[in-house]
């Protein structure tokens, strides 16, 4: 027999001890982490009456929602700027300034489901994606509310940003033969396409407090009827057409940002979502111009030369249409699986 030969029996035995003490750390070190980990964070501990370990349970959408608190952001489309009563108590502290109505969708929001967390409100009319940022009137930017805590934010934001208000004093304050109203549109485009970035920054800023949330962005409705019958508030059935295409390029480019972002977290299994809740044919059949209209039409003091604030924004029917729409939203999610899960 050589020497190698001999050799070759030792070395199959050496090989096999030496694994089998590997095999037998790795089970200890396993088994270890697991008492560690049950002991310290309560997160694997054995089913004492079956010896299995618990398994985590996905919620479902309207759970995530309830779990915490419910902040609502958002411009005069949330805060309820159509119902808005000046000469009723303010509901909260700065709802003068901010036109926070008790008739916004906003409210039966939080009569109809019971947020473990609460809720609050702060909604103002007039903000931008940059007065949600930064502040408004002095008061502490909304997006200072939203918190780890959080598990639904609402939000409605982007017409101010794209100057939907100054776009329809043009169209109405002119003469009846002008064509000011449409020699808007390249001005308007460019506004409403770049809007995608300030929507990415502020939904990252919410997500950025509240990991775990829900975030419904609510779009806008079509003001007029897809065919209009006859002149509104000096605006002729062109111009009450190209507004309504104007306000669905909006709608499109909101719902195309929330719709990325949200992409973004299913790709990485992060928990929470970006919903978005497309309003634009909410309101058919109600428009401005139909016998029972869920917007206001321009409201205007003659005598006083004052354009009231409420025109061109939901009636109280148009905010119980947009409440419906947001709770439908609340209790049936995105078209995905959410990965937020608890243990039993």
């Known amino acids: 027999m050589t020497l190698n030969a001999a050799k070759r029996p030792l070395t199959h035995a050496v090989l096999s001890a030496v694994l089998g003490v590997a095999l037998a750390l790795t089970a200890f070190w396993t088994g270890a982490f697991d008492v560690v980990a049950c002991k310290a964070f309560s997160i694997g501990c054995p089913d004492t009456s079956t010896g299995a370990l618990p398994q985590v349970r996905h919620l479902t959408p309207k759970q995530v929602a309830l779990s915490g608190s419910y902040i609502a952001l958002g411009d005069s489309f949330s805060s309820g700027?159509?119902?808005?009563?000046?000469?009723?108590?303010?509901?909260?502290?700065?709802?003068?300034?901010?036109?926070?109505?008790?008739?916004?969708?906003?409210?039966?929001?939080?009569?109809?489901?019971?947020?473990?967390?609460?809720?609050?409100?702060?909604?103002?009319?007039?903000?931008?994606?940059?007065?949600?940022?930064?502040?408004?009137?002095?008061?502490?930017?909304?997006?200072?509310?939203?918190?780890?805590?959080?598990?639904?934010?609402?939000?409605?934001?982007?017409?101010?940003?794209?100057?939907?208000t100054d776009v329809l004093k043009e169209c109405i304050v002119r003469l009846p033969w002008s064509s000011k109203c449409v020699e808007q549109e390249p001005a308007v485009l460019k506004r409403i396409d770049g809007l995608g970035p300030r929507m990415r920054e502020v939904l990252r800023a919410i997500r950025d407090r509240a990991p775990q949330a829900r975030v419904v962005v609510v779009g806008y409705p079509r003001i007029f009827p897809r065919e209009p019958g006859g002149r509104v508030d000096n605006l002729s059935p062109d111009d009450q057409r190209w507004l309504n295409r104007v306000g669905h390029r909006l709608n499109e480019t909101i719902g195309a940002a929330v719709a990325e972002f949200d992409r973004a977290i299913a790709a990485f299994k992060g928990p929470g979502s970006a919903e978005f809740v497309d309003p634009y044919d909410a309101f058919d059949g109600h428009e401005i111009g139909r016998a029972q209209p869920y917007m206001n039409a321009l409201d205007v003091d003659v005598e006083r030369l004052l354009v009231y604030s409420r025109s061109y924004h939901p009636t109280a029917d148009g905010?119980?249409?947009?409440?419906?729409?947001?709770?439908?939203?609340?209790?049936?999610?995105?078209?995905?699986?959410?990965?937020?899960?608890?243990?039993?």
């Open 319 to 344: 905010y119980r249409k947009l409440g419906e729409l947001v709770a439908r939203q609340i209790d049936s999610g995105p078209e995905r699986p959410l990965n937020n899960v608890t243990l039993p």
């Open 81 to 164: 700027e159509g119902v808005y009563d000046p000469g009723a108590p303010p509901i909260d502290r700065g709802a003068g300034l901010c036109h926070r109505s008790s008739g916004s969708y906003v409210p039966q929001i939080t009569k109809s489901h019971p947020f473990a967390g609460g809720a609050s409100f702060w909604a103002c009319a007039g903000a931008t994606t940059t007065n949600l940022l930064r502040g408004q009137h002095g008061h502490s930017p909304q997006i200072d509310r939203v918190s780890a805590e959080t598990s639904l934010v609402t939000v409605s934001i982007g017409g101010n940003d794209a100057g939907f």
